[in-house]
């Protein structure tokens, strides 16, 4: 009996076609969320989105819950629009991620910060939860070629279910972010020649959460406890922690705002920038996304997401 050729070894062609997948691999971003998820993609007609709605009951709080139904959804909107061999850098919903600054340690010194990874004042047991250090960059204005080096942590029991999503879906996990922290990376591009301190107000559902920055570097983040349906209570509640901050750390420094709010909401959202103080907003329109197919989301996208998707495409890449 002659010898097969080498193209004919069942291995070797299993090697060769995995090869041929990564070789022509087109990287994806896909944002997930609690209530479905976006994807993101380049294309001679620019950035394309796509959008699909988890199965009821799918992911609560960041945390998948039918892991084969969510991979299920994940390849059937990456096929419908050829992008079945993608490589994906996956951004982690708002929820169950934290963050937090660290002084002193620059972004190769994981080994040097693990101590001090250890005794982070965040609600995570360092035995149960993944940790890794990120660069966010700094504010116009700051030490040229400085970093600001910020730790995440997520629980390794979310982290695995996200990575067993992908993995059901039979997609290769390039890369793993947070949707603020990609947002955060888009934010400081499109406002870098801003040399004031910045109050980031971000509205997710029902909540709001309040991002002060100081030079680049993010000093508060703070969850109010008031809804956002009580719109003058809530902004009451965010001048009163603005107000708070500014006691602590005193600055001469202008304040500009920048609001991912609902839609529909902006304009009475702009109440909270006090012209009279001499704060400004920031704000400016987002590049447009083409969507390819009609979304079957509730909501198209919101203003963190869409900010989210822009960090990702066009900001920094992280390491």
């Known amino acids: 009996m002659p010898l097969p050729s080498l193209a004919e070894i069942p291995q070797l062609q299993a090697l060769q076609s995995q090869v041929r997948r990564l070789w022509a691999a087109q990287t994806v971003v896909v944002l997930a969320l609690d209530r479905g998820l976006w994807i993101a993609w380049p294309s001679d007609q620019g950035w394309q989105v796509a959008a699909g709605s988890w199965p009821e009951g799918c992911c609560r709080d960041g945390m998948p819950l039918q892991r084969e139904a969510m991979a299920e959804l994940l390849a059937d909107l990456l096929l419908d629009n050829d992008l079945m061999d993608a490589q994906v850098e996956l951004l982690l919903p ?34 149960e939860s993944y940790t890794a250090l990120t660069s966010l960059g700094t504010a116009e204005g700051s030490v040229p070629g400085s970093s600001v080096t910020v730790a995440l942590g997520v629980t390794r029991l979310q982290l695995q279910a996200w990575i067993d999503v992908v993995d059901q879906a039979d997609l290769v996990l390039r890369r793993v972010d947070w ?11 499109l406002t870098h020649s801003w040399s004031g301190n910045l109050a980031w107000l971000i509205q997710d559902g029902r909540s709001c959460r309040l991002v002060l920055f100081n030079n680049g570097v993010p000093e ?61 907003l920031l704000q400016q329109d987002l590049p447009p996304f083409e969507q390819a197919t009609d979304s079957d989301l509730s909501n198209s996208l919101e203003a963190l997401e869409h900010l989210a998707l822009f960090g990702s495409l066009y900001g920094e890449a992280v390491a």
Request: glycine share 8%; hydrophobic share 40%.
């Open 94 to 127: 708002l929820a169950g991620v934290h963050w937090r600054v660290l002084d002193g340690i620059e972004l190769g010194q994981f080994e040097q910060a693990k101590p001090a990874l250890a005794d982070l004042p965040w609600p995570l047991q360092p035995q």
């Open 220 to 280: 508060l983040d703070q969850l109010m406890t008031t809804s956002a349906s009580d719109l003058e209570g809530c902004q009451r509640e965010v001048r009163a922690w603005l107000s708070a901050w500014q006691q602590r750390s005193p600055s001469t420094a202008e304040l500009g705002w920048w609001l991912s709010v609902a839609h529909d909401q902006a304009d009475l959202w702009r109440a909270l920038v006090d012209e009279g103080r001499g704060e400004c």
């Open 179 to 189: 949707c603020l922290t990609s947002a955060l990376r888009g934010l400081l591009q």
